[in-house]
């Protein structure tokens, strides 16, 4: 199978921020839908090639040094040209990464307005008391298109009524 490794204009705080971004939204996107009630922990996430290449590995290979301990029995699943699937073995090794991107965000949020290589931090609700599907959705889309190479801007949801602010790369 051929993989799609696009580059990006991308620094590392934006591929940092937006990959944290797809792996949280992810889970909430997995607790929202009504199917899922019934489980507790989202152990498959999706990303782009190229957002697995130049963040997933890197965390999953450098696990003792950004985590504390090695990703245990954590699959990377390469489904088409364009994404990979990766699936943790159990809740323990999800939260890792878990943990890692709450903790970068926790960064990400003390740099706001003070460092503008960070994206801004994305706005899920809108003005609704639970986070707005399509506008995570879209979102995430437009990330992936960054990642890809195939736009050099991110919508990034903020405030009410499906309002977006195109972050510049």
Not at 12 to 37: C, G, R
Not at 55 to 69: A, M, T, Y
Not at 79 to 104: G, I, Y
Not at 116 to 123: A, R, V
Request: proline share 4%; net charge negative; hydrophobic share 40%.
């Amino acid at each position: 199978m051929f993989f799609h490794h696009h580059q990006n204009s991308m620094n590392k705080q934006a591929q940092f921020s937006f990959a944290a971004d797809v792996f949280l939204l992810q889970a909430i996107l997995f607790h929202e839908d009504k199917a899922n009630k019934n489980i507790s922990y989202q152990l498959e996430y999706l990303f782009t090639w190229t957002c697995y290449k130049q963040i997933i590995e890197w965390l999953l290979k450098n696990g003792p040094s950004v985590v504390g301990s090695e990703f245990m029995g954590v699959q990377a699943i390469h489904t088409s040209a364009t994404h990979v699937r990766v699936l943790f073995p159990n809740d323990e090794e999800q939260d890792k990464m878990h943990l890692f991107f709450e903790k970068f965000n926790m960064k990400r949020k003390q740099a706001q307005g003070i460092d503008l290589t960070f994206p801004p931090m994305p706005d899920i609700y809108q003005g609704q008391s639970t986070p707005n599907i399509e506008s995570i959705k879209r979102y995430i889309l437009s990330i992936e298109k960054a990642f890809d190479g195939n736009s050099n801007e991110v919508e990034i949801p903020i405030g009410s009524s499906q309002k977006f602010y195109s972050f510049i790369l």
